[in-house]
């Protein structure tokens, strides 16, 4: 089945705008100040008027006939032009829609939209994904990564935030600087890697790149180091000499994998530049950064795909965890607003919460207590950015929740776990915290003093804590919720409808409507309920395909 949710977007001033159910479009109106901020499709398929995916004429058709297929055909045509996408594989893409559609030759009873929809996605993805398997990591053993790339491309924090990212993973990483062409590259990768807590290694005095990539690769091998990862000099086709250089250090560490940094604002232009890289030396993965303050990210993806070399990460900010893997069906459905389960699922599950076997008892039993809501704080913080959680939801793009709006976020929960910092173990501990808590009011101003803010901020922690635990008391009597194996043998729907009810009445209405409302938390607790990566196939819609 394909996904149904729903999003609603506003053009400013006109009293126009869209809703985006899946691929159904709806008409929907609202002032200016509802406009929500630029979505991820906005960065790859801009265009000029509105900053949102283009309003296909397939959702308002009552009949689906040519004329339908080559109006849609043209809005995604025109997006992906103004994406900087080569007019050539835009050309391609709809050369292979028209082709797969005969609308004439099909059956009465197929479903018409259904089957232009998984042609449109296939095509899209196809513009993405070269087709060859990208390189993975050994666990346990040494694994030497060569990071090569344009200067300015963003090689150097790219190299802190992949190490990083296998940091959290529980891999064993470090970091070698070998870039002596750039005044304060050591000085750079040093900084990052110490905020990181990295091990890295460089030199202020020796000036010979191979001979200091050489010697981190053979400290760090000898150290027992998982991910090894050598940063290089920036260089250009045009520059003969940093091109012998960087086979050379190639040479010397024999990398397992060489990654081409490539910066997405310069578009398809990367093309030429990516193809001179791995024709001197054999890059095997690409990651693309400044994937998010542009309008030339759809060209650089294509162009990419063109070298036959795989995209395995992408950077979306400036910050050390804004980094996510690039995975090509997860990636088209969040382009279109329909998440990505398969990488929320992912996110929860290196979490680890099934083993804590003290906190599922509690549940059971419909406990909740002040310190069990601070460690699932704890658990969203470990999750990444909000914006990247957002963008994962059905109905919400990356970039629903600003970047302000994302700080404050952030800086608000930070601020609750602040107040319960100054709780002792009694209160923390209380099966009922707020009940104690309003027995004896001085301990809301003891608690108030004790982490530096006003006791309405101490009420409104121990009010949010309220709803909390009301919804695990209920959650507890829906037998079979919290037990192990396939959730969806165990709860059945009519305890599953229970659950989404009491989940619909906590949150934001604005929300809960932002996800196509009922219907939308629905699908998207039987998507959770199914389980993950082996059943996301069948989710988007490629089992007829």
């Not at 394909?2 to 159904?24: A, M």
């Not at 086979?247 to 560490?253: G, H, K, R, T, Y």
């Not at 279109?336 to 599922?360: A, F, T």
Request: proline share 4%; hydrophobic share 40%.
């Amino acid at each position: 089945m394909f996904l149904h949710e729903r999003v609603q977007c506003f053009r400013p001033n006109t009293g126009k705008g869209s809703v985006l159910s899946g691929w159904t479009l709806d008409v929907a109106y609202g002032p200016e100040e509802a406009r929500p901020p630029q979505t991820l499709y906005s960065h790859l398929f801009p265009e000029a008027d509105l900053q949102q995916p283009p309003s296909w004429s397939l959702s308002n058709a009552t009949i689906i006939n040519e004329e339908v297929l080559n109006a849609m055909l043209k809005e995604v045509c025109a997006a992906l032009l103004e994406a900087d996408v080569n007019i050539k594989l835009v050309k391609q893409l709809r050369e292979n829609v028209k082709s797969a559609i005969d609308l004439e030759e099909m059956a009465s009873g197929l479903n018409k939209r259904r089957m232009i929809q998984h042609a449109v996605f296939k095509e899209l993805v196809k513009l993405v994904d070269p087709g060859v398997k990208a390189w993975t990591p050994t666990k346990g053993k040494n694994n030497v990564i060569m990071f090569v790339g344009l200067q300015g491309s963003g090689k150097t924090t790219t190299c802190s935030k992949l190490a990083y990212y296998y940091q959290r993973k529980g891999w064993k990483t470090c970091l070698i600087c070998a870039d002596t062409f750039r005044a304060g590259a050591f000085d750079q990768l040093k900084q990052n890697a110490t905020k990181a807590r990295i091990p890295f290694y460089g030199s202020y005095t020796e000036m010979d790149p191979v001979v200091i990539a050489a010697e981190g690769v053979e400290k760090f091998t000898s150290e027992n180091f998982e991910i090894i990862i050598v940063d290089t000099s920036g260089r250009h086709k045009q520059e003969d000499s940093l091109f012998e250089e960087m086979l050379q250090v190639s040479n010397a560490v024999q990398p397992d994998n060489i990654v081409y940094v490539m910066d997405a604002s310069i578009g398809q232009a990367c093309e030429a530049q990516a193809k001179a890289f791995k024709d001197k030396v054999d890059v095997a993965s690409v990651i693309v950064t400044k994937l998010d303050g542009h309008a030339k990210g759809g060209g650089a993806l294509s162009a990419v795909a063109a070298t036959r070399s795989p995209i395995i990460f992408i950077g979306t900010g400036e910050h050390i965890d804004d980094f996510e893997p690039f995975k090509t069906q997860p990636f088209i459905s969040k382009l279109l607003g329909m998440g990505d389960i398969e990488g929320l699922i992912d996110r929860v599950n290196e979490l680890k919460l099934d083993d804590n076997e003290e906190l599922i008892d509690k549940l059971k039993h419909g406990q909740f207590t002040l310190r069990d809501m601070y460690e699932q704080f704890q658990n969203i913080m470990k999750m990444g950015p909000f914006g990247q959680i957002m963008g994962m939801i059905p109905g919400f793009g990356t970039d629903f929740m600003s970047k302000g709006n994302e700080q404050e976020s952030m800086a608000r929960l930070k601020k609750l776990m602040t107040i319960m910092d100054s709780m002792n173990d009694q209160e923390l501990d209380s099966k009922d915290g707020a009940k104690l808590f309003s027995k004896m009011p001085n301990r809301i101003q003891r608690v108030a003093r004790g982490s530096g803010v006003a006791t309405r901020d101490v009420q409104e922690l121990l009010t949010q804590y309220t709803k909390f635990a009301q919804m695990v008391k209920k959650m507890g009597g829906i037998k079979g919720l919290f037990k192990g194996g396939d959730m969806s043998k165990n709860v059945n729907p009519s305890q599953m409808a229970k659950l989404n009810q009491q989940m619909a009445k906590m949150m934001d209405p604005r929300v809960l409507h932002h996800m196509g409302g009922m219907a939308g938390l629905q699908s998207m607790m039987r998507q959770f309920q199914q389980g993950a990566a082996g059943n996301m196939k069948g989710m988007m819609g490629f089992n007829n395909m």
